[in-house]
């Protein structure tokens, strides 16, 4: 399909030259590249810290809740809307990591397409945000920016875990909590900075932009899935991303046993629902 040319077409920009590097600069390129997809998890918390303060902010209850008293610290937004605001995000990132939304992008556009699709949507969610001036046009971009912020959190983890090497993998995606963490400090500085500001609160938001627009410039150059490229039956460039990332033998290995596990999971058919709720997993949801 066309997803997957787009996907596979070219497998790596460099790979004639990457697949000559050290074992060691390898080592250093897998870490880099599961530090630098991480930047998802950056998006993920500073949009959760960016907006408590800013429902204070006069200039915010001036431009987009339109009180009359914006000025008075003691004027207050409504609980309710603030409610919405607040909550509206996590809704949007519930519907967006329901497998039926996020399989769909993870299994046809692939790992590397679906994190270049949540910062493009991410961007267009921050730039309405920007530019808003009512409570309406705020809640659709909270709510845009949940969507984007639903698929990141589904994709980058299992990106990382399929492209780290496997003594590297825990600490990897261990690296998504923390940049969650890292992006709410990030955003309680800029809150403490720019949002006392006249349309503070405008550059709070914007400044999130910047590493979604780092993030989906870099997306171009982070080697596609090996384990996605297996599943839809590329073995050879599975093979070429895994080289860019491991030595031959440690390649050689690694394909055989994604090819290996691939084929037992197609072995067991297409999974259902049902499958929650009995066996190991339904004791451990029990």
Known sequence: SGCVLAETSEVYPQNASIKNLSMDLKEIRSLAIGLYSALGALLFGMDIGYIAPILECASFKRDVAHLED???PDVKIPS?????????FSISAIIASFPV???YFLDV??????IAVGCTVFIMAVSAQVAASSVIHILI???VAGFSIGL?????????GEVSPPHLRGALMSMYQLMITAGILIASVADVVLVGQDDGWRMVILLQAVPAACLLAGTSFLPPSPRWLVQKGHRDEAFD???T??????AVKELADIVEEVQHMESLGEPSWWDLCHGRIGKLLL
């Open 80 to 88: 309710t809307t603030t409610g919405f605001i607040v909550g509206i």
């Open 152 to 160: 990141l959190s589904a994709t980058v983890p299992l990106y990382q």
């Open 245 to 250: 990332m491991r030595g031959r033998d440690e």
């Open 141 to 143: 971009g909270r709510f």
């Open 101 to 103: 939304i996020s399989g």
């Open 70 to 72: 914006w000025d008075n």
């Open 241 to 243: 991303a895994l080289l």
């Open 109 to 114: 556009w692939g790992r590397r397409a679906s």
